[in-house]
């Protein structure tokens, strides 16, 4: 897989962003090619449906005629049953660091090499979005960043939490966190937080809750993706992670070419 499960991005709502239209693809011969480019890097694709719901898959194959899609279906049955009665599958990945999120419609069953698949119509646009504003950092799991959070707890009045860093930016962050053992809330604001960055002191912010969104892992495993963005953050606290983000890029680039 071209990347982790946990580093799938929250989806753009393309009717409310009006800045992204110039990256929309809309060009038959573009979106086969792009969507060919998914299947042979087996990009790993966040699939977003109803209401907060979501699942782990990944494109298989295009039709001979170019016309129908295949991708893998859900392991849980009560997830695939949605996904077949949603109105649309939001699929949303990433390749090189470059968003790609696109919708299908009219979804369909079938079996394939002894799995369940799903089938539905090429899309008649994607979203191709490279922007420098846009870029989040996803974080290797070898370093083993934390953000530890002090929220109000399901059964207890306060309780702290430490949930594995997904992704960073300037802006804000991305946390995986199990379900049920806090109350998030999007709008609240989150005081006393710690971010816990390799190599580098723990820093004290507040975060602001932006979104919430329920991810299946390949296990099954349900978590939380809690995308956060920060509050007042000091430029102190700022250039300690525009620097992790430097020298993470700059060591992943030095493995790509050989260097490391």
């Known amino acids: 897989m ?4 946990e580093n799938t991005p929250a989806p753009i709502d393309t009717d409310r962003d009006d800045t992204v239209a110039k990256f929309v693809l809309s060009g038959r011969r573009q979106i086969r090619q792009l969507l060919q480019e998914l299947i042979d890097r087996h990009a790993l694709i966040g699939g977003h449906f109803g209401s907060g719901g979501s699942f782990l898959t990944a494109l298989l194959e295009l039709s001979d005629d170019e016309e129908t899609i295949t991708l893998d279906a859900s392991p849980d049955p009560e997830t695939h049953r949605r996904v077949l009665s949603a109105s649309k599958l939001l699929c949303v990945t990433q390749l090189d660091r470059i968003r790609i999120q696109f919708a299908l419609h009219d979804l ?3 079996r394939q090499d002894g799995r369940n698949v799903l089938y539905a119509p090429v899309p008649t646009e994607m979203l191709r979005l490279q922007r420098r504003d846009a870029f989040r950092l996803p974080v290797p799991l070898s370093h083993a960043a934390t953000c530890l959070i002090r929220t ?5 009045p306060k309780v702290e939490v430490v949930g594995r860093l997904l992704d960073v930016s300037v802006g804000g962050i991305a946390l995986q966190l199990p379900p049920d053992v806090a109350e998030f809330v999007i709008g609240s604001r989150l005081e006393d937080c710690q971010l816990r960055l390799p190599n580098i002191d723990p820093i004290p912010l507040q975060l602001r809750v932006c979104n919430i969104s329920r991810q299946e892992q390949r296990s099954g495993a349900l978590m939380l993706r809690i995308g956060m963005s920060f509050a007042d953050l000091p430029r102190s606290a700022e250039n300690a992670i525009q620097r992790y983000i430097f020298n993470t890029e700059r060591e992943r680039n030095a493995r790509e070419r050989g260097g490391l």
């Open 152 to 156: 109000k707890g399901v059964a207890e």
């Open 2 to 5: 071209t990347m982790n499960a």
């Open 108 to 110: 369909d069953e079938g």
